[in-house]
Nanobody, 116 residues
């Protein structure tokens, strides 16, 4: 069983990245999926999540209108499309999968650096 985040990199302010969260060994559409980030100040922040029940989504205030979370069940993948990136978005991004009965998986993170 494994969860892996990928797609990070170095991007200029205003640029875009798409992060992927891929599961192996279990089916992601049975799980609520969240994206979190750990900032250079070592603070963990919840960024976005998507429900396994009705597909409803949540975004932290600072990324609303810029980030978008989505699922591709055929690929067992959840994406985080990040547009209009700002230096304050610099962080290690990780994904988390939680089942309705509380089974919890964390994936290794991917580094996003926003800098000119």
């Amino acid at each position: 069983v494994q969860l892996q985040a990928s797609g990070g990199g170095l991007v200029q302010p205003g640029g875009s990245l798409r992060l992927s969260c891929v599961a192996s060994g279990f089916t992601l559409d049975d799980y609520h999926i969240g994206w979190f980030r750990r900032t250079p100040r070592n603070e963990r922040e919840g960024v976005s999540c998507i429900s396994s029940i009705d597909g409803s989504t949540y975004y932290r205030e600072s990324v609303k209108g810029r980030f978008s979370i989505s699922r591709d069940n055929a690929k067992n993948t959840v994406y985080l499309q990040m547009n209009g990136l700002k230096p304050e978005d610099t962080a290690v991004y990780s994904c988390n999968a939680v089942s309705p009965i509380g089974i919890n998986y964390w994936g290794k993170g991917t580094l996003v650096t926003v800098s000119s």
